[in-house]
């Protein structure tokens, strides 16, 4: 039973342990000092943005501890539902064995997923607290309330989130690198195997069903990890435009010392590239997801052509 389960997915389970295996050795011991450094960091800016008086968005609070509980009580739910229902439950059968490896694998990708994806809506939203205190500052010609120090505050939080997504690059790049090679290898292979076994692969019975599941898991991941990433990216980038627009409203020989400020910021956030990467290879965005599903769309359409 094992080598049909096996034949399912034949990378899966060198994939999954050597994102493992890897993401142990550069994520929790290697870079530890470094992810704690960004967690102070964004701790930092969320205090110094708590001083101005303007309604902010904030991420502390039960943010992470409701992605935790709902990301694994979905997954053990699903697993376990599939695991009890599986006939001849034989403690010595290898299947089964493997079955028990591949939740515990998915147990600790899936916490790096959610750990990544925390820190990037974090990210995201302080990047939207720096727009939304712009905005106030010039909204109803309140331009006498802001002062150059309050920009200049601004603008070094704003230098200090960018320093937070290289740290980010630096800690979780080569992860999300890995990840998404071997998922995407992990797809392809699968899908091969449908199609060519598929009458066969379907009379296993719920071991069929457990791996769509799996599939569907890491296409969630994949998903997520894409759609917050680029979503942080694109709120960075909307800071410049914003600084020229209220240059643009604040004539200089109103407020010389404000203006100069607000084009400093400008000149600065204009002239950054707020991207994360996975290893420096590719930029992990929509752009990138859409990628993703085009090439596995058309993988798909070859299949069905070459074993109609």
Not at 7 to 12: G, S
Not at 16 to 24: A, D, H, K, P
Not at 39 to 51: E, G, K, P, Y
Not at 179 to 204: E, P, Q, R
Request: proline letters at 2%.
């Amino acid at each position: 039973m094992w080598k049909s389960w096996l034949i399912m997915d034949p990378v899966d389970t060198i994939a999954m342990i050597y994102i493992n295996v890897f993401s142990i050795a550069s994520g929790s011991f290697l870079n530890s000092k470094s992810y704690i450094e960004i967690w102070n960091a964004l701790i930092r800016i969320d205090r110094d943005l708590s001083s101005f008086k303007v309604r902010i968005l904030t991420w502390r609070g039960n943010l992470f501890p409701k992605l935790f509980i709902v990301h694994f009580g979905a997954i053990y739910t699903f697993s376990w539902i599939f695991y009890s229902q599986i006939t001849e439950p034989d403690p010595v059968d290898l299947g089964h064995a493997y079955f028990f490896l591949e939740n515990a694998q998915r147990y600790h990708i899936g916490n790096l997923v959610v750990l990544m994806q925390h820190l990037k809506v974090s990210m995201k939203l302080e990047f939207e607290n720096i727009n939304g205190i712009l905005e106030e500052m010039c909204s109803r010609g309140r331009f006498d309330l802001a002062t150059p120090l309050d920009v200049a505050k601004l603008r070094n939080s704003y230098i200090v989130l960018l320093e937070q997504i290289g740290n980010f690059n630096k800690v979780f790049g080569k992860i999300i690198l890995v990840f998404f090679l071997t998922a995407v290898l992990s797809y392809l292979l699968s899908f091969c195997s449908i199609t060519v076994n598929g009458i066969d692969l379907i009379k296993m019975g719920y071991y069929f069903s457990m791996s769509i599941v799996h599939l569907s898991v890491i296409l969630w991941m994949i998903s997520i990890i894409a759609i917050t990433c680029g979503d942080t990216t694109r709120v960075a980038k909307e800071t410049g435009p914003l600084c020229y627009c209220l240059c643009a409203e604040l004539r200089r020989s109103s407020n010389a010392a404000l203006y100069d400020e607000l084009l400093t910021f400008a000149r600065v956030a204009s002239s950054a590239n707020p991207v994360v990467t996975a290893g420096g290879f590719f930029n992990v965005d929509h752009a990138m997801l859409s990628h993703i599903f085009t090439i596995l769309i058309a993988y798909i359409i070859v299949l069905i052509q070459l074993f109609r």
